[in-house]
Structures are given as structure tokens and as C-alpha cells.
């Protein structure tokens, strides 16, 4: 039986967390393959190793100078080399990083030292062997990850290591350029590599006691989610609840690999399980909520729209002429309504209205900045009526404006837009509607 374990940020963050995750590691044999994140925040005024890695690498950009910042991000590491008493120096590590800095290896490159190098003092520490990710995970040049290659090469190079552990978040493009996931990324090469070594669980350990409601920023001690699929996980990570990278069940989910998030300061708690399928009822009519920020509407109005054939291929073109992706698309008989992210929107708005102008000839366009997306998801609302007659009492009740409702057709979620400033609100009456009132 084999575990493969990641350690989020806010594990690593110290020597004393370190030494927190060696205990979770040393408790059981079946955690042979370790993926560590960099040293994340030590309180909520501290900066992630990863943030200090990109300042430091904008500084190389701009032809400034670097060294007093990169001495910084060696002082967090020698912190916890000291604070564990190892015999480890990272010298050597640190002057070729200065070298490669000079040389311009790249953003990515900077921003994959903070895995590499907790990934040494995890090694040494635990006594385990250091897989350097660049030789294990594969991007294709394009820049997609390359699954299929990366699933072999793993596979057997972590065959003949019984423990190893290997740093998240990165991996080489064919030419050994690294490559980063997006942020949050260490929980897909967790997932890759229970995939990789058929792992009987995929442990994702992190700073809360599993997947909560709602984000405990919003909600103050939110109810743990027990039992999650992962589909609904996706939908809730997608949309801002960052527990887990949105990407991360696809390699785990393919393999039918359960993730269990657990919480590195409260490791006898028993987490969220993340499974395929479950007949565990939650308690609640949803399994959980998230949102996000930063969405303008394009409202598209043009009489008979409805019987014009491929009226909505012509809108979206205008997107895609752009390269901006669409986030939801409400329509009805005469309108129709496109959601987009506003910092990706910003910029190019006269661009994509005199597209819409061009190709599809509209009545009118309408655009509405400052909106925010919350998904309401649970498995359960399928089989329960009423559900968005609750969302709707609930908000009105708490006087917000709901500006769009658009249900999936799996019945999975419904997804609300409100004005940024009606956010964590809406949120708050949707939580108090299902958990605390069940009404
Ligand atoms: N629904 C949710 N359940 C639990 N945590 C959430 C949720 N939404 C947002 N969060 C936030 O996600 C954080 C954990 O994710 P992250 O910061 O990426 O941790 P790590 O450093 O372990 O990778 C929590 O501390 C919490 O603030
Ligand atoms: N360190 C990277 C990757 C990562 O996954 O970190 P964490 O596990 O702390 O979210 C980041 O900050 O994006």
C-alpha cells in the first residue's frame, strides 16, 4: 500500500511545521513519496517564499539589482536548515540560482526554486531520495503538460526508489526549460504522482480540517465537507475555494485514487474525502459554495435572435478573435449575456464590441463591470425542489440584487452573479439558508 503525501505552503512554512510533517510522515510506513510546496506564510503578514521568488526575479527583468532579495529568500531557508539542525547547506544551490538569474533562465525558473530547494531540505531531513521534478514531469513545447510521458518516465524512475520525494509545481519542457503549473500547482504533481506509483490514497495536507462550506475567510468556523465527489470539488475549486488546485483531480480521477485533505496542525482530525462516487447523503441540501470576483457582463440584445442561425456562434467569435475565454453564457429569447474576466477584459472592450458590431449586427451591447460569480453545489440539490427558490428568498432577504442565475444542466450547481460589493453577503445568506436555518 502506498500513500503519496503533498505538504502545502502553510506546512512548510517553518522548521517547526517541518517538524510537524515529519511526524505525519514518520507515523505511517505507507507514506513513501513525498511532494513538498515552498515555505508558504508564517502569519497573515508574511510573504510565500514563491511571491519573493517572482519580486526577485522582476528585479533581473528590469536589469536591477537582485542580491539583497535573494538573500532574503536564503535566510528563509537557512531559518529552517538551522531550526532543524541539519547538516545541509545550500551555498552552492544559491550561487548557481545567482548565476542562472544573470543568464535570464526565466520567470518560471525563478518561481520553481522555492519547490526545488524545500524539496533538498525535505530529502535530507526525511532521509529520503531527491527526484528533481525537471526530470520526472513533462511539458510539451507548446507548453501543455504532457500526461502520458510523464505518467512512464515517473512511473519507472519511482520504481526503484522505495521514498522519495519530489518538489511540486514544476516540470521541463523537452528542451529542460522548466515550467511551472499555475499557482497553486503542487497539488496536480501530487496528483500526478500517486497516479504515477498507483497510490492507494492521494494525502493533501494543509492548514484547515478538509474541505469547508464556505471559505473561512467569509464564514466564521464553516462545517467540514465529509465527503465530496470530484465533480462537485472541481466545480468548487474552479470557483475560487482554493483548498486544491482546480486541475488536480484529473490525474487521481482517472485512476479512481481518493484525495483526502487533511490538516497538517490537526493530523488526527479526518479530513474531506474527495471520491468518484458516494452514496453518503450530505447533511445539507449543498455540498458547498464558492465565488469569485471580477466579472463583467456583455449583454447582447437583438429582436428575434433566437430564430437567427448561429447568432451565437458569431457572438463568441468575437471572443475568440480576442483570445478571451468565456465564463457563462445565460441567454434568453432576445438577449443574450456573456460573463468574462474583467482584468482580461479590460483593455480590449472596444476591440470585442466592434467585433459583436461587425459579425453578429445586435440591437444593442451592454456592459456591467464589478460583478462577482458564487457557484451553490451539492449533489444533492438534484433530487431536492425549492433549491433556488431558497438562494432567491434567502438574497432577498439580505436585500442583494441578483443580477443572473444560471443552473447547470447536470443539476450539479447553480451559479448566482452579484455586484463585487454584495459578495461576501451573498454569501453569508446562502451559508445561513442551508446550514445554520436548514430550512
Ligand atoms: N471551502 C474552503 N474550505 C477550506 N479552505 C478554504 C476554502 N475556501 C478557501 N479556503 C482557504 O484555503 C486555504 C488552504 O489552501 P492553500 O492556502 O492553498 O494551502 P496550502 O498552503 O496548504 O497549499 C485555507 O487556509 C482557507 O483559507
Ligand atoms: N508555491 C506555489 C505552488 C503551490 O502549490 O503552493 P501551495 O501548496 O502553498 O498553494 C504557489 O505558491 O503557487
Redesign the pocket.
Known amino acids: 500500500m502506498i500513500k503519496v503525501v503533498k505538504f502545502?505552503?502553510?506546512?512548510l512554512a517553518s522548521a517547526e511545521q517541518f517538524a510537524k510533517v515529519g511526524k505525519i510522515i514518520q507515523a505511517d510506513k505507507e507514506r513513501r513519496y513525498v511532494v513538498p510546496?515552498a515555505p508558504?506564510k508564517r502569519n497573515a503578514k508574511d510573504t510565500k517564499v514563491t511571491d519573493m521568488l517572482y519580486a526577485c526575479y522582476a528585479l533581473v527583468e528590469a536589469e536591477e539589482d537582485f542580491r539583497v532579495p535573494l538573500m532574503k529568500i536564503k535566510d528563509r531557508y537557512d531559518t529552517i536548515i538551522n531550526g532543524l539542525n541539519l547538516k545541509l547547506s545550500l551555498e552552492e544551490e544559491f550561487k548557481k540560482i545567482s548565476e542562472n538569474f544573470k543568464n535570464k533562465a526565466g520567470v518560471d525558473y525563478a518561481a520553481s526554486r522555492g519547490e526545488y530547494l524545500n524539496g533538498i531540505i525535505m530529502a535530507n531531513y526525511l532521509g529520503y531520495e531527491f527526484v528533481d521534478a525537471a526530470e520526472v514531469i513533462s511539458f510539451e513545447e507548446d507548453g501543455t503538460f504532457d500526461a502520458e510521458k510523464t505518467n512512464k518516465v515517473l512511473a519507472e524512475r519511482l520504481e526503484k526508489c522505495e521514498r522519495a520525494v519530489i518538489p511540486g509545481f514544476y516540470g521541463a519542457l523537452p528542451d529542460g526549460t522548466i515550467k511551472t503549473f499555475s499557482r497553486?500547482g503542487s497539488d496536480i504533481t501530487g496528483s500526478i504522482v500517486a497516479r504515477a506509483v498507483h497510490a492507494t490514497c492521494y494525502e493533501n495536507w494543509?492548514?484547515?480540517s478538509g474541505?469547508?462550506i464556505?471559505?473561512?475567510?467569509i464564514i466564521k468556523d464553516p462545517q467540514p465537507i465529509k465527503t465530496i465527489t470530484y465533480r462537485e470539488l472541481r466545480e468548487?475549486s474552479y470557483m475560487g475555494?482554493?483548498?486544491l488546485h482546480e486541475d488536480a483531480v484529473f490525474p487521481v480521477r482517472k485512476a479512481g485514487i481518493p484525495i483526502n485533505i487533511r490538516n497538517t496542525n490537526a493530523p488526527d482530525d479526518e479530513g474531506t474525502w474527495i471520491v468518484e462516487s458516494t452514496c453518503h447523503q450530505s447533511k445539507y441540501t449543498i455540498t458547498?459554495i464558492?465565488g469569485k470576483k471580477g466579472f463583467v457582463s456583455v449583454n447582447i440584445d437583438k429582436d428575434m435572435m433566437n430564430s437567427e442561425v448561429g447568432f451565437g456562434r458569431k457572438v463568441l467569435s468575437a471572443f475568440e478573435e480576442n483570445n478571451i475565454s468565456f465564463e457563462h453564457m445565460p441567454s434568453g429569447i432576445d438577449t443574450m449575456t456573456i460573463f468574462v474576466h474583467q482584468p482580461e477584459f479590460e483593455g480590449k472592450e472596444q476591440a470585442v464590441i466592434s467585433a459583436i458590431h461587425r459579425l453578429a449586427k445586435p440591437d444593442s451591447i451592454e456592459l456591467e463591470g464589478d460583478l462577482a460569480l458564487i457557484a451553490v453545489v451539492g449533489r444533492g440539490m438534484k433530487s431536492t425542489r425549492g433549491t433556488a427558490g431558497r438562494i432567491f428568498s434567502a438574497l432577498a432577504h439580505a436585500n442583494i440584487n441578483v443580477k443572473m442565475i444560471d443552473q447547470g444542466s447536470s443539476e450539479l450547481n447553480i451559479i448566482i452573479g452579484v455586484s463585487n460589493a454584495d459578495f461576501e453577503p451573498a454569501i453569508r445568506a446562502i451559508y445561513d439558508i442551508f446550514v445554520e436555518t436548514q430550512l
Open positions: 502545502g505552503g502553510s506546512s510546496s508558504g497553486g494543509t492548514d484547515v474541505f469547508l464556505a471559505d473561512p475567510r468548487l475555494a482554493s483548498v458547498g464558492a
